[in-house]
């Protein structure tokens, strides 16, 4: 019963790391290098990640700097920005590669606010199936008498205390990216 739980509790946890691996995505109006994070570029033949291939910058709030380890990767790198599905438009001057964040209209962060709260909608309902999981493994647990009802009972009145923490923590979540996209 107590791996249960853990295993409960571990899964509740990976969906919440996935919503904030999904929300670091969704850009604000200041740079953030995570916004990179899932670019790819074809390095001799192989897809390999962009932080593999240049040091990753800040040049300043609004900016990312790109400093690429071979010459030869900034036109490729340039070209893997320009055609992912982040609207970035890089400039390379020498050798550096400069990624401007173009600054968000209001009309764009209520559509991002939209994709934020639908993301944490989606969070919780993970959380909430596997709290189902839970439940049902230990109504069967139960059935097959290796735990009493009474532990049933107690056991799914934990599972239900850490379903109610998990969707606390992803509405703070969702709350902070919101005023994260409305700070101008």
Do not use: C, W
């Amino acid at each position: 019963m107590e791996e249960l739980k853990k295993n409960t509790r571990n899964k509740m946890q990976n969906s919440i790391d996935a919503l904030k691996g999904n929300l670091s995505k969704i850009r604000t109006g200041r740079a953030h290098t995570g916004v990179l994070d899932h670019i790819n570029v074809d390095y001799y033949g192989s897809q390999t990640a962009l932080n593999q291939v240049a040091g990753v910058t800040l040049g300043d709030a609004t900016t990312i700097n790109i400093q690429p380890y071979e010459k030869t990767m900034i036109a490729v790198i340039e070209k893997a920005i320009r055609e992912s599905d982040l609207g970035l438009n890089p400039a390379t001057s020498g050798d550096l590669i400069r990624v401007p964040m173009p600054p968000l209209t209001e009309e764009r962060r209520k559509d991002l606010i939209k994709v934020v709260k639908s993301e944490g909608e989606n969070t919780k309902i993970a959380i909430r199936n596997v709290r189902r999981d839970a439940n049902e493994a230990l109504k069967k647990l139960t059935k097959e008498k290796e735990i009493s009802e009474d532990d049933e009972r107690r056991a799914q009145e934990e599972v239900q205390k850490m379903t109610d923490q998990f969707i606390v923590s992803v509405d703070q979540t969702i709350e902070t990216k919101e005023k994260d996209l409305l700070v101008i």
